[in-house]
């Protein structure tokens, strides 16, 4: 029986870093579902389309911090 090599991180909760809202530094974020259309006219099969993108926002105020803002302009940066 061979295991996943997957490195096991022994983590300590106090040596992370939190995310904040940016808005009222409040910690706590819940998930949802941004959606977009995609034009027929970009669409690669000359459909209108619905995309849908989770994203985190803040449970407070709904602000959405920049670490989950990125993951709206293609993640990479
Ligand atoms: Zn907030």
Redesign the pocket.
């Known amino acids: 029986m061979q295991q996943p090599t997957q490195p096991r991180v022994n983590v300590n909760p106090n040596d992370l870093t939190d995310i904040v809202?940016p808005?009222?530094g409040?910690l706590n974020f819940k998930q949802v579902v941004r959606m977009k259309k995609l034009s027929a006219l970009l669409s690669p099969d000359g459909q209108e389309q619905v995309i849908s993108i989770p994203i985190f926002i803040?449970n407070?105020?709904g602000?959405v911090p920049e670490e989950f803002a990125n993951q709206l302009q293609g993640g990479t940066q």
Do not use: A, L, Q
Request: net charge negative; proline share 0%; glycine share 12%.
């Open positions: 809202c808005d009222c409040d803040c407070e105020c602000g």
